[in-house]
């Protein structure tokens, strides 16, 4: 079936690494998404990566998917007040109209 | 190139009264997804259309809600008879293709339903 899972919370300081960690069952992604959340607002896309890559890195983003293990994770370097959100981890299907399946959501937050 | 725009941003409605949400894409933008964000919750699929079709419409619930896109104008996603339970905040999303890699999100109606 389809199911993106993701833990609920997280919580740094400010200059840190963080790492949001995402799990997925459907062997049939074609793409897998990081989306911020910030309060009161829309999703910004902010990174997304093809399901037969291992990584990408866009400046403070580093993307890690283990496809044996159906894992996905976010790192961002060097975190912010301002990466304060929730992030969600989505998928879309091989074969499927583009429809985005997403986790619950991690709710960072970067204490100072 | 405006983004995604959605209206209104906030809606309030009485138990029983309709609500019509609308959804203009990007500027050459055809095809049109909604979803639905529960508090706490993650988003959920609800309708993927096309101008003047309906593709996919696997997360709408059976009774009481409904989606167009007609060749002129906005995405409306229209509930009747709206119950304490649809309060949420409906995202719509454009992009230019189907199955495009990016789709661009708006910043979301929030009803809530008294």
């Known amino acids: 079936g389809e199911d993106v899972e993701q833990s609920l919370f997280l919580s740094v300081r400010e200059g840190d690494s963080s790492v949001i960690n995402c799990t997925y069952t459907?062997?049939?992604?074609?793409?897998l998404y990081w989306y911020k959340q910030e309060p009161g607002a829309g999703l910004q896309l902010l990174t997304y990566i093809f399901s037969n890559m291992d990584m990408k890195q866009d400046q403070r983003l580093t993307v890690l998917l283990n496809k044996k293990d159906k894992h996905l994770s976010l790192r961002i370097a060097d975190t912010q007040t301002g990466d304060s959100a929730i992030y969600f981890c989505a998928e879309t299907l091989k074969g499927g109209t583009g429809k985005l399946i997403f986790g619950q959501g991690t709710t960072l937050q970067v204490k100072p | 190139n405006a983004g995604v725009m959605q209206n209104p941003r906030h809606l309030v409605r009485r138990r029983g009264q309709e609500a019509r949400l609308r959804c203009s894409p990007m500027k050459g933008h055809s095809h049109v997804y909604w979803y639905r964000q529960l508090p706490e919750e993650g988003l959920k699929f609800m309708v993927y259309l096309q101008k003047e079709n309906i593709i996919d419409e696997s997360g709408m619930p059976k009774e009481r809600f409904s989606a167009e896109f007609p060749k002129e104008g906005p995405s409306i996603l229209r509930i009747q008879q709206v119950v304490r339970g649809d309060s949420a905040a409906y995202f719509c999303a454009s992009s230019p293709q189907d199955g495009g890699v990016e789709a661009f999100f708006g910043q979301g109606t929030r009803l809530t339903v008294v």
């Open positions: 459907d062997s049939s992604s074609t793409y």
